[in-house]
């Protein structure tokens, strides 16, 4: 089992930036690719981004492509979420999470660990 903890959410005005971090217990985590997910209230979770085991390969929603950069330390066993030019849709709790599949690919559902997710707030 892998422990994930995220932190770096907050209030920030529309237009402005945030860098949402993940960080991974054990010593496997190269093992896994890593994904954020984000649900805002009465909508679903819904994938932002995820990233392959060596960080080579990542994968968006249409909504961030262009604002979001999704990257990986895996001497650190941290995942990162830059985001910028936040939009007031935005909006919503953040979720890291760890994908043990067995092929190395990005997927955008059937995660097996879970964080406890960040508050992001964008105000406008």
């Known amino acids: 089992q892998v422990q994930l903890v995220e932190s770096g959410g907050g209030l920030v005005q529309a237009g402005g930036s945030l860098r949402l971090s993940c960080a991974a217990s054990?010593?496997?985590?190269?093992?896994?690719?890593m994904g954020w997910f984000r649900q805002a209230p009465g909508k679903e979770r819904e994938f932002v981004a995820g990233?392959?085991?060596?960080?080579?390969?990542?994968s968006y929603t249409d909504s961030v492509k262009g604002r979001f950069t999704i990257s990986r330390d895996n001497a650190k066993g941290t995942v990162y979420l830059q985001m910028n030019s936040l939009k007031p849709e935005d909006t919503a709790i953040y979720f890291c999470?760890?994908?043990?599949?067995?092929?190395?690919?990005?997927?955008?559902?059937?995660?097996?660990?879970w964080g406890q997710g960040t508050q992001v707030t964008v105000s406008s």
């Open positions: 999470a760890a994908d043990r599949a067995l092929a190395d690919t990005i997927r955008v559902a059937n995660y097996d660990y």
């Open positions: 054990g010593r496997t985590f190269s093992s896994y690719a």
């Open positions: 990233i392959n085991r060596s960080g080579g390969k990542t």
